[in-house]
């Protein structure tokens, strides 16, 4: 059976390369496997790794014969939950959780962040996805240390999970100098994707792809 190429195929399966599956000969079992696209995370390992792996999935493509794609994974802002005081904590729909000031919970229900300023940012209406987006919640109210949320959409959460606020304007930019410095490296690199996390606003995608086209 003839192999769909990666242009032509609908679905894509997405690996994400790591020190389990960084050898030559690793990559090209998993391109055996059906792999289309290696995503390298930018979060971990730095520009040395990012070099070497590169170079190992364009040589486990040319030696299959297969042309794999390659995605590069901005790490972003890292806006992230703190330790939860139950972990895993199970937010029910429809109950209320809140974020308060501090590293230390003093309820199952309270969550922290890594992000100091941002009971002050949050609005009243804003939303709030946690988990990769499983779970969602409302900010109903603010106080001078709380924003109390309402759980829309029910899940589990866990410490230091990411939080990500569609629409909500935060201080902090979306591109740190690092994913620029990571971003230009990609585009000059020939790298087929680039992904950025914690997208809030279409600004965000559209400085993104100013850079990479001056590249």
């Not at 364009?58 to 939950?81: F, I, M, N, Y």
Request: charged share 25%; with cysteine.
């Amino acid at each position: 059976m003839l192999r769909v190429t990666l242009n032509d195929a609908s679905t894509k399966i997405v690996a994400t390369i790591g020190p389990a599956c960084d050898t030559v000969e690793k990559l090209m079992e998993l391109i055996a496997c059906g792999v289309d696209i290696f995503r390298i995370n930018s979060a971990h390992g730095d520009r040395e790794q990012h070099e070497a792996s590169l170079a190992s999935i364009r040589a486990a493509g040319e030696q299959t014969g297969t042309h794999v794609g390659v995605l590069l994974d901005l790490s972003g802002p890292k806006l992230r939950l703190g330790q939860l005081m139950v972990d895993p904590f199970y937010c029910e729909y429809g109950s209320e959780v809140r974020f308060v000031r501090g590293e230390e919970p003093a309820a199952a229900n309270e969550l922290t962040s890594s992000y100091k300023r941002l009971i002050e940012e949050l609005a009243v209406g804003d939303r709030v996805m946690l988990a990769d987006g499983t779970v969602s919640l409302v900010v109903e109210k603010k106080t001078a240390d709380s924003a109390v949320c309402r759980v829309t959409s029910g899940g589990e959460v866990r410490s230091r999970q990411g939080i990500n606020l569609p629409g909500v304007k935060l201080s902090v930019s979306a591109m740190r100098p690092a994913d620029v410095d990571n971003a230009i490296w990609g585009a000059k690199n020939g790298i087929d994707f680039i992904s950025l996390s914690f997208v809030r606003t279409a600004e965000d995608v559209h400085s993104l792809r100013n850079l990479l086209i001056s590249y």
